[in-house]
């Protein structure tokens, strides 16, 4: 009996770290990541791409981490202490379970970790600006959430999204195979996977705006106003969707990559909720689920052609 109770313990314990580092949204790094490192076949490395990939990962995490913990100070995810699974936070602090204090250590030790492979990184690429490269983009992800930037309180945070989830991480992933930075190429790739990231943002802010303006907490969404996010969501996915077409105009993937526009129909659906039921968070939760979806699925497209067609 006592070993039943220990066992189901240890599997709520590893369900509350799940939760607290969002492990499910880590492919929102993992799959940008990939797709950069595969731009050039010819150079992959697959020790390197293992390295860089936990680097990315690791990254991310620590910034979901201390997310969780700059909401909790500023009150934001305090308003609604129901847990949604895709926005609000985990609401692990909220519930008791988890202190401040272990989302801070737990973000410090994600950040280590991926400070030390990138060293590793840099002696295996005998590069120091990797280290430079890095120690900016831990920065931002960090400021995007923590005092005293807190860009995402300031109307900023879905740039710095964009950039991280698009141009960081797929130029990076090319870098690291190839030493080359900057590269056009690895930017323009970049492109649709910065939009739809921006896009789940976007859908996972549309439900928390009231609890995000009651704690000053200004985005996008606080701008269009709920009732019309739907409009702005549209223009972030249709940009996307430009950028895959691009993209294959240019050469840089083949006409496989149109296959991606087949995607478009969880993109509508999801627009359709966020203007039917912008006030109701149960329903929202499909939006995020299809923004996510959206996402995920693009990319697999985008990375399969760089992976099978492209040289």
């Not at 996010?229 to 294959?248: D, E, H, P, R, T």
């Amino acid at each position: 009996m006592n070993k039943q109770v220990n066992a189901a313990m240890n599997a709520g314990n590893c369900l509350n770290y799940v939760r607290a580092l969002r492990l499910p949204f880590a492919t929102a790094s993992a799959l940008p990541f990939a797709a950069g490192s595969l731009i050039n076949k010819a150079h992959f490395d697959f020790l390197l791409f293992f390295l860089g990939l936990c680097t990315a990962v690791s990254c991310h995490l620590s910034a979901n981490l201390i997310n969780d913990y700059a909401d909790s100070k500023s009150g934001a995810d305090c308003k609604d202490a129901r847990f949604y699974g895709f926005f609000g936070g985990s609401k692990l602090i909220q519930e008791g379970v988890f202190s401040e204090r272990r989302y801070l250590n737990l973000a410090v030790l994600f950040s280590s970790l991926s400070a030390s492979l990138v060293i590793i990184l840099a002696v295996l690429l005998r590069s120091v600006s990797i280290v430079g490269y890095f120690l900016a983009i831990l920065f931002l992800a960090w400021s995007y959430s923590a005092r005293p930037l807190q860009f995402s309180y300031r109307r900023l945070g879905e740039v710095i999204i964009f950039l991280l989830f698009g141009p960081a991480l797929v130029m990076g992933g090319y870098f690291i195979q190839t030493k080359i930075f900057p590269s056009l190429h690895g930017f323009l790739l970049s492109l649709p996977f910065g939009f739809l990231v921006t896009a789940i943002l976007f859908a996972n802010e549309v439900p928390d705006l009231s609890e995000d303006k009651a704690a000053g907490k200004l985005n996008w969404v606080s701008v269009s106003g709920g009732k019309n996010a739907y409009v702005l969501y549209l223009v972030l996915v249709s940009l996307g969707f430009a950028c895959v077409a691009l993209n294959i105009l240019l050469g840089y993937l083949t006409l496989f990559s149109w296959f991606s526009l087949f995607f478009i129909f969880p993109a509508l659906k999801a627009a359709r909720t966020l203007k039917a039921c912008y006030s109701d968070k149960e329903r929202l939760v499909e939006s995020s689920k299809l923004t996510i979806a959206l996402h995920a699925m693009v990319s697999m497209v985008l990375i399969t052609d760089l992976l099978l067609w492209q040289r």
